[in-house]
C-alpha cells in the first residue's frame, strides 16, 4: 500500500469519526482551563485515549497527557504530535469562565480534538501496521504565559521550575526519546488562506516589575508619602520613549500591565506591579532590548525616589519551522484544502513553546484556518468545525504518515538534514541563566 493509499484510508476513518472529535472540541471549548490548571481537559484526553486502547501517562508537568504507539514495521525514530490544554484570560468573551475568566480565544480546544482525532484516524485505519518508529500522542499544558503571579508562586514551592509547558517538559525529561515534534495551530487571520506554514516566530523574556514607596494619606499628608504607581506610571513611560531605538528588523515587542496601582483612593499607592513581555525575533535581539526596559524602569524609581525590583523570568525561544517537514505539509494541504488555499506566511511576532523545542529539535508549526474574529481577544470563534476540527485531524495523521511510512524514510530524512541549536543541556543552562533579580534603590 502507497502513503497516498494509507492516507486515504485513515482520512476515511477520520470522516466516521467526525462528530465524535467536533464533540471533543466543542466540550473543551465550553470548559476553559488556564495553565497548569487544566485538570478536566486532561482527564477528558486521558480517558479518551483509554478507550481508543492506548496507556497514557498523565500528570506530567501537573497536567501534561502522553500516550504512545511503536509502529509494527520496525524501528524508527519517535515522531510527537502535540496539542494545547490551555485556555486564557480575555475580558468580556461569550464563553469564558465566570469564576476565572478563562476562554478558548486561541483555538487550542481544536487542537486537542485533532491530535485525538488524529489517533482516531490512524489507530481505525490500522495504520500502525505499516509505519516503522513511534508516535507520540501528547496533550500539554500552559503554553500561554499568563497567570504569571500563581505560577511563580508554584515555583517557589517547588512544583515548577519554568513557567510555560513544553519547557517543563523538556526538563522534565518527557521529550528526552523524541526526535521531531509538530502540532497545527488555528488562524482566524484570512491572509493565512485556509492552511499555512510561517517562517518563523518572536522569542520571549517574562518580566515582573514591583515599585515600592512609601503609604501616606492622599489627602492630608501626601508630601509624606512617595507614590510607586507614578513612578510605575514613568517606567512606563520611559518605556514607551526608548521605543524608536528597535530596530524594525528585530520585531521587538514590549506591552506591559498594570496588575496592581494601589490599596484604595484616599492611599497614596506603596506598591505599584507590572508584567510584561520583550519579544524579538533573535536571542541577540531581545536580550538587547531587554537591558534597555530594565533601564527604563530604574528611571521611574529614580524620578520618585522609590525602590523598583526587577525579576526576569526565561520565556520562550524564537522559532523556526523545519523545511522539509513543510514541504510535506505543503502537499497534504494541496489534497486536503485544495493548494490555491494554502498560504506561505512570513514571520509571526507572537510567541509560543514550539520555539524551545525547535532548539533542541526540527519542528512543524502551521496554521489551520476555521475561525474567525482576532487571537486572544472576546470576538474570537470556530466557524467551520469541519475544517477546525476534522482537517486538522487529517493534516496531524498525514504527517504521521509521511514521516514514519516507507520504514520512516521521511523523518530520518529530516533528521538528517535539521541542525537543532541547541542540545538538551545547552538549552537548560541557557534559560536557566535568564533568570535573575534585580533590586534598584532610586
Same mark, same amino acid.
Given at each position: ?36 490548571? =487544566? ?25 501534561? &497527557? ?50 485525538? /482525532? ?16 513511534? &508516535? ?7 503554553? =500561554?504565559?499568563?497567570?504569571? =503571579? ?44 485556509? #492552511?499555512? &506554514? *510561517? ?18 494619606? $492622599?489627602?492630608?499628608? *501626601? ?7 507614578? #513612578? ?42 507590572? =508584567? ?19 533601564? $527604563? ?5 529614580? #524620578? ?41 506566511? /512570513? ?22 484556518? /476555521? ?11 470556530? &466557524?467551520?468545525?469541519?475544517? $477546525? ?54
Amino acid at each position: 500500500m502507497t502513503k497516498d493509499e494509507l492516507k486515504a484510508r485513515v482520512y476515511e476513518a477520520i470522516d466516521r469519526r467526525a462528530q465524535e472529535i467536533v464533540g471533543l472540541g466543542e466540550t473543551i471549548r465550553k470548559n476553559p482551563e488556564l495553565g497548569f490548571k =487544566e485538570v478536566k481537559t486532561a482527564r477528558l484526553v486521558e480517558e479518551t485515549f483509554s478507550k481508543l486502547g492506548l496507556s497514557p501517562k498523565a500528570g506530567l508537568a501537573l497536567t501534561g &497527557v502522553r500516550a504512545d504507539v511503536a509502529g509494527r514495521a520496525g524501528a524508527g525514530p519517535t515522531f510527537a504530535l502535540l496539542g494545547e490544554l490551555d485556555a486564557l484570560v480575555v475580558a468580556g468573551h461569550p464563553v469564558a469562565d465566570p469564576a476565572t475568566g478563562a476562554a478558548h480565544a486561541c483555538g487550542h480546544n481544536a487542537q486537542v480534538a485533532g491530535l485525538i /482525532g488524529a489517533a482516531m484516524g490512524l489507530l481505525d485505519a490500522k495504520a500502525f501496521d505499516l509505519l516503522a518508529g513511534r &508516535v507520540v500522542f501528547f496533550a500539554v499544558p500552559a503554553e =500561554e504565559y499568563g497567570d504569571i =503571579e500563581w505560577r511563580v508562586s508554584q515555583a517557589r514551592a517547588g512544583r515548577l521550575e519554568f513557567l510555560g509547558g513544553k519547557p517543563e517538559l523538556l526538563r522534565l525529561g518527557h521529550f528526552d526519546d523524541v526526535d521531531l515534534s509538530m502540532m497545527i495551530h488555528l488562524t482566524p487571520r484570512t491572509e493565512d488562506g485556509k #492552511a499555512g &506554514v *510561517p517562517q518563523s516566530n518572536n522569542g520571549c523574556i517574562v518580566k515582573t516589575i514591583r515599585y515600592v514607596g512609601r503609604a501616606a494619606h $492622599a489627602g492630608g499628608a *501626601p508630601h509624606m508619602g512617595i507614590n510607586a504607581l507614578y #513612578a510605575a506610571k514613568i517606567g512606563l513611560m520611559a518605556v514607551n520613549a526608548i521605543r524608536e531605538t528597535f530596530k524594525d528588523e528585530d520585531t521587538i515587542r514590549v506591552h506591559p500591565i498594570v496588575t496592581h496601582g494601589g490599596s484604595q483612593v484616599n492611599v497614596i499607592p506603596g506598591e505599584a506591579r507590572l =508584567e510584561t513581555y520583550v519579544r524579538g525575533r533573535s536571542v541577540e535581539a531581545i536580550l538587547d532590548a531587554n537591558k534597555k526596559v530594565d533601564r $527604563a524602569f530604574r528611571a521611574g524609581a529614580l #524620578a520618585l525616589g522609590a525602590k523598583v525590583e526587577i525579576e526576569t523570568l526565561p520565556g520562550y525561544m524564537p522559532m523556526t519551522c523545519d523545511a522539509t517537514m513543510a514541504e510535506h505539509f505543503k502537499k497534504n494541504a494541496a489534497t486536503l484544502v485544495g493548494a490555491e488555499h494554502y498560504r506561505q506566511i /512570513g514571520h509571526r511576532t507572537g510567541s509560543t513553546d514550539m520555539g524551545d523545542l525547535s532548539m533542541v529539535m526540527p519542528v512543524l508549526h502551521p496554521y489551520i484556518g /476555521g475561525a474567525r474574529g482576532t487571537g486572544h481577544a472576546a470576538d474570537f470563534e470556530i &466557524v467551520d468545525q469541519q475544517l $477546525a476540527y476534522v482537517t486538522l485531524s487529517k493534516a496531524l495523521a498525514a504527517m504521521a504518515v509521511d514521516m514514519l511510512g516507507d520504514g520512516a524514510a521521511g523523518a530520518k530524512d529530516v533528521i538528517a538534514k535539521a541542525r537543532p541549536p541547541m542540545t538538551r543541556e545547552q538549552y537548560l543552562t541557557f534559560q536557566r541563566g535568564i533568570a535573575k533579580r534585580e533590586v534598584y534603590e532610586g
